[in-house]
């Protein structure tokens, strides 16, 4: 497995294999890797010749700055875990390497920007979508591999991708869950013993609003939702049912129109959120 902290020497490498006709699959992750990033790896060495990872606590997509600060950061674990699963590449750049200049580039994703994530935390989604265009213009990737999980992130990275005609296909994968339920995060790190098991009452929760379509009004299951996980402990950021296409709110149940149920909440001090596909 290579390991490159450089642009340019990432990019010849790749650029190098790419011109013997081999094709790259790329996932990109801030580390702290689990069972959730490994499954993107899996399904990219799958599809493609050459696999490439970074990993970059990327600073300009965080409001919080102690967010940033305590992200959680194992780099060794997550080498280790690369090599294992079969990673071709890994890319791991300083902040300086990334960004040697002030950072001006504007995207405007409009309404899917403005709800739930973008709503909350402002900024967010154009250092996404600034990083995620800087890491395709190095890997120039055949595929890249995004978790549901994230699944507003998603729709934004499609948008982006469709905005620059960039010729990359974005590959979206399922979440991957504990036993229990609880959706595979980094953040879980931070969680006290005592928060861990209470944290999958998040996914029994937006399971309870899946299995009440059509017996429940929208306002009614989502009110629902939002008093379980307050009494379970949680503090709610939000709890909407949004359509998939715009992630827009819907004020009526309609089988016509693909819905998710998306939660952010704190518990503790750990910031979670979640989605779950709403089967009519």
Not at 196 to 204: D, G, L, N, T, W
Request: charged share 25%; with cysteine.
């Amino acid at each position: 497995m290579e390991l490159f902290d450089r642009i340019d020497p990432t990019r010849q490498w790749l650029e190098m294999k790419r011109q013997t006709g081999k094709t790259i699959g790329f996932v990109p992750t801030m580390g702290a890797l689990h069972e959730g990033h490994i499954a993107l790896v899996r399904r990219a060495r799958k599809e493609n010749d050459i696999i490439g990872c970074s990993i970059f606590v990327n600073p300009i997509q965080f409001n919080n700055p102690e967010d940033l600060e305590k992200y959680p950061r194992t780099l060794e674990e997550d080498l280790q875990m690369l090599r294992e699963v079969g990673c071709d590449l890994v890319f791991v750049p300083s902040a300086t390497e990334m960004y040697p200049g002030p950072v001006t580039e504007k995207y405007d994703f409009g309404s899917l920007e403005r709800v739930m994530e973008g709503a909350f935390r402002p900024g967010h989604f154009n250092g996404v979508a600034v990083v995620v265009k800087k890491l395709f213009s190095i890997f120039n990737p055949d595929r890249a591999y995004f978790g549901e999980k994230d699944f507003q992130q998603l729709r934004i990275i499609q948008a982006l991708v469709k905005m620059e005609n960039l010729p990359v296909s974005i590959i979206p994968c399922p979440t991957v869950r504990e036993m229990d339920g609880l959706a595979m995060s980094s953040r879980n790190r931070r969680l006290t013993a005592e928060e861990r098991s209470v944290a999958p009452e998040i996914y029994r929760t937006m399971l309870e609003v899946s299995l009440r379509y059509g017996s429940l009004n929208v306002a009614d299951a989502r009110k629902m939702a939002l008093e379980r996980l307050t009494r379970c402990g949680f503090i709610p950021e939000y709890v909407e049912i949004s359509a998939v296409s715009d992630l827009q709110p819907v004020l009526d149940w309609d089988d016509k129109i693909p819905t998710r149920i998306f939660v952010a909440c704190f518990l503790g001090k750990v910031r979670l959120i979640d989605n779950l596909e709403i089967i009519s």
